[in-house]
Nanobody, 112 residues
């Protein structure tokens, strides 16, 4: 079955960096678009970034600070986050684009 497992979240001060990872299994990873989404307390889940082949897309709120990448040999998609802000605090989810499959989420907390 399809599994998406995120890791790399944590507590960081404003201005800091984190790298999230999502390892996928049960899918032909290289042929699938993958995305990162986030959900802050009391808010709806929102799009952060996606990657399909060599093409990437970002939410305006993270452009220039977050970078999505993938390693098809490792079935892994990454989200490098720099210059983190308190408003980036959320649970971050990995998603196989166009599917029902989501990871369990990893918490990112940015303190001011």
């Amino acid at each position: 079955q399809v599994q998406l497992v995120e890791s790399g979240g944590g507590l960081v001060q404003a201005g800091g960096s984190l790298r999230l990872s999502c390892v996928a299994s049960g899918i032909l990873f290289a042929f699938n678009g993958m995305g990162w989404y986030r959900q802050a307390p009391g808010k709806q889940r929102e799009f952060v970034a996606s990657i399909r082949g060599g093409s990437t897309n970002y939410a305006d709120s993270v452009k220039g600070r977050f970078t999505i990448s993938r390693d098809n040999a490792k079935n892994t998609v990454y989200l490098q986050m720099i210059s983190l802000k308190p408003e980036d605090t959320a649970v971050y989810y990995c998603h196989k684009e166009g599917s029902i499959y989501w990871g369990q989420g990893t918490q990112v907390t940015v303190s001011s």
